[in-house]
T-cell receptor, first 110, second 115 residues
């Protein structure tokens, strides 16, 4: 049941540049959208969210864009920093659970 | 530090055995969730407890069971272990649960290796 797809398993970006992580979903019932970040040996940490009534939400260097008609979510990190190197998951609250994508490994090179 | 604690951090056991994973939620959180992350898979929801009662069930095998105690800590019991049960098991907590905009806070996980 692949409701969520993060098609890029990994992404490598130079420090200071923009990182763009993408996520596609199929379930039109999803109404709220999240990004989580995960460092090795730690649990996922909530990063940023967006409601379906918006198409953009900004929090410092992180911006999430939502294209509901395309069922596409993206996370922009500008400027990227080495400390941003982590696994990024898109996630969707559905009932009482979160449905996660498989994750994208981001490496920011200094 | 999310405030969610999980023990043990690592567990190595043999096929056919039974193990118990423990989770203490953030102070004040009533809901506890269990997720499994296998190799090459995203996190898969297993089960949710709210204030001691099971609230939602996901892809949890019949060999697995969970409970939440009066002090709100939770245990996930895995029995008749198979090689494929090797995974990271995460516990998360939230204040109530069931609200779209309520953040789930994750513990550091327990890495289970079944040999």
């Amino acid at each position: 049941d692949q409701q969520v797809k993060q098609n890029s398993p990994s992404l490598s970006v130079q420090e200071g540049r923009i990182s763009i992580l993408n996520c596609d979903y199929t379930n039109s019932m999803f109404d709220y959208f999240l990004w989580y970040k995960k460092y090795p040996a730690e649990g996922p940490t909530f990063l940023i969210s967006i409601s379906s009534i918006k198409d953009k939400n900004e929090d410092g260097r992180f911006t999430v864009f939502l294209n509901k008609s395309a069922k596409h979510l993206s996370l922009h990190i500008v400027p990227s920093q080495p400390g941003d190197s982590a696994v990024y998951f898109c996630a969707f609250p559905y009932g009482n659970k979160l449905v996660f994508g498989a994750g994208t490994i981001l490496r920011v090179k200094s | 530090d999310s405030g969610v604690t999980q023990t043990p951090k690592h567990l190595i056991t043999a096929t056919g055995q039974r193990v118990t994973l423990r989770c203490s939620p953030r102070s004040g959180d009533l809901s506890v969730y269990w997720y499994q992350q296998s190799l090459d898979q995203g996190l898969q929801f297993l089960i949710q407890y709210y204030n001691g009662e099971e609230r939602a069930k996901g892809n949890i095998l019949e060999r697995f069971s969970a409970q939440q105690f009066p002090d709100l800590h939770s245990e996930l019991n895995l029995s008749s272990l198979e090689l494929g049960d090797s995974a990271l098991y995460f516990c998360a907590s939230s204040v109530v649960g069931g609200s779209l905009q309520e953040t789930q806070y994750f513990g550091p996980g327990t890495r289970l290796l079944v040999l």
